[in-house]
Structures are given as C-alpha cells and as structure tokens.
C-alpha cells in the first residue's frame, strides 16, 4: 500500500503520521498517479493546524498540487491522456502521497523544461500570481509593482510575472539571500525590511509618487505601511497572512482612490471554470516558452515532511520546497 501524510489532530506539523493507506477503486473519469513530486503551500500548513479557512473533516491528507505519471484511468476520461503520461495535478486535498487519485479535468501538462520538483510547485504559486497580477489588478507594463515576502514562493512567482508583464518591480525581503534571488528573477528594486523603512524606500524610487500595484502575502504591519507609500488608484492584493492580519484605514484609501483586492485563485477557478481554464492555457504557455519558472530551493524524501513544512513556517526556504517520493 501507497504512504501517505495523514493529519488525525490539529497541530503542528510534527503531529501528523506516514502511514499505508489502501488504494481507493477509481470512479469514471478519474486517473491515478505515481506521485514524483508533492508542492509544500503555506495553506498546507494552516490546513493542519486548523488555522485555514477550508477546514477538511479528519483525518486527510494535506497537499494542493503533485507532479507524477498516470498509472491508471478509468473511463470516461480526458481523449488525450494515456498510461505513462507525465502530468501536474491540482488538488485540495490528498498530494502528500506516493499516489493520487484525481479527477482527469484537475490535469495539466508537465512542462517539458522542468524537473519534478519545479513541475510540483508551479500551479499553486504561479496560479496565485497570474490571478493577482492579471485577473484582479490588471497590472499594466510601465506600472510600478511592489512585492512584499519577495523571497517565498508566491512572492518569487509575482516578482516574475510582474517582469513579464512589462512593471517596474520593488522586491521587499528580510535577507541578502532572498533578495539576491528575487533580482534573478527580475527584480529592479531591491528592500530589506531591516535596513529601511520600505514605504520611505518605496517613496525615494519613485520620486514619492508611490506604487501603483502591492502584491501582498504577509499582511499585518506591512499591509498597513504599504498603504502610504501607494499611488492614487492604486490595487493592493490581499494575497495572505504570515504577518497577521492587517487593519486597513479607510480613510487613506479614499484619499488615494485605492482598491484592496482579495486573491483567492483556487476558488475563483472552482466558482468560474472558464476563467480557471483561460488562467491554465496562459501559464501553460509562459511555461513552454520559459518566461516562468519556479525556484526551489529545498527538496526532500516524503519521510522527511515536518522538516520540510517547518523550512516555510520558520521562513528558512528561498522559494518553494518540494517532498520527493520518485
């Protein structure tokens, strides 16, 4: 039998249990994969400790998006799909795991440029950015974007595409290192939070006219700092909260005409499959013609996960970390 990451009791990640789980019959139209590669996501996290705000019944195994091969299909299912077909999964449940199963319309190409972990942690992040950046903020080439937590997956990923769709991208970031990898990654302007206060660095590089778009995974403090340093008509992205939650003042959002825009790409997909299609062709693309892909900066055994989890919760990942089973 196949292992799995079972969570039985809220809790920290050391809590949860590898255990053998029976092999679930396949219902029409779902495939079942040889998990190479599972994506660690911060809401992975939350998941478990039950902090997130999808709370699944216990026990169940966490994990939102894998990279592996088809192993078996049950018709009715996708016309192109076959035995051995290298795929991306998306999931909300179920991806720490040496085998899925998964409803064949959840698949996606595994692009050919990419190893498994790479494969394994570019829908989620990726996904998230496209519709940030794209879908809610409408971000334009020659707009000014600013990055916060520019180091972690999501972050990297917005720093990224915002390159790609032509912004002026400020990364901020608590270290050289992270730094150092948000400008290989297109980068223009560069923010330790330690060494100065980022809406003064943001005012002084734009000669104080502010930014036009915020790309926002930390919250707290930094959500209502960002606030001053903002252009007028200015989309801030409510993308998370590994900061706390952030308190916004309304009244500087008037005087600045400003939009505070929440992302929710998983379930703005689920509510509009068209959109969430659209979303899919568009990376599948940026993909095969290498204008994205993800950094992972950590890739260990399945056996391994709580130190994994732990490399995002204790912020000590670059990137994205990936659980390899293959």
Known sequence: MPLSVVCHALGAPETLRLEQ?????????????????????????????GDY???????????????????????????????????????????????????????SPWPATFDAAEAATYLAGHGTAYHALVERARLEAGEWLLVHGAGGGVG?????????????????????????????????????????????????LTDGRGVDVVFDPVGG????????????????????FTGGIGVARTNLVLIKGASVLGVRAGESARRDPALGAARQAALDQLAAQGQLRPHVSHRLPLARFAEAMRLITDRKAIGRVALMMR
């Open 21 to 49: 789980l029976p092999r679930p019959d396949l219902r029409p139209g779902e495939v079942r994969i040889a998990v190479h590669a599972a994506g660690i996501n911060f809401p992975d996290i939350l998941m478990c400790a």
């Open 53 to 107: 705000q999808f709370k699944p019944p216990l026990p169940f195994v966490p994990g939102v998006e894998v990279a592996g091969e088809v192993i078996e299909i049950a018709e009715p299912a996708a016309a192109k799909l076959a035995i051995g077909a290298r795929v991306i999964a998306k999931m909300r449940l179920g991806g720490y795991a040496e085998e899925v199963v998964v409803d064949a319309r959840n698949l």
């Open 156 to 204: 990297l990923a917005a720093v990224e595409l915002g390159k790609v769709l032509g912004a002026q991208v400020i990364a901020t970031a608590s270290s050289d290192d992270k730094l150092e990898a948000a400008r290989r990654r297109g980068a223009d302007d560069l923010i330790r939070y330690d060494r100065e206060p980022f809406r003064d660095a943001v005012k002084r």
């Open 221 to 240: 403090e930094v959500f209502e700092q960002s606030l001053r340093c903002i252009a007028f008509g200015a989309r801030l992205l409510v993308v998370g």
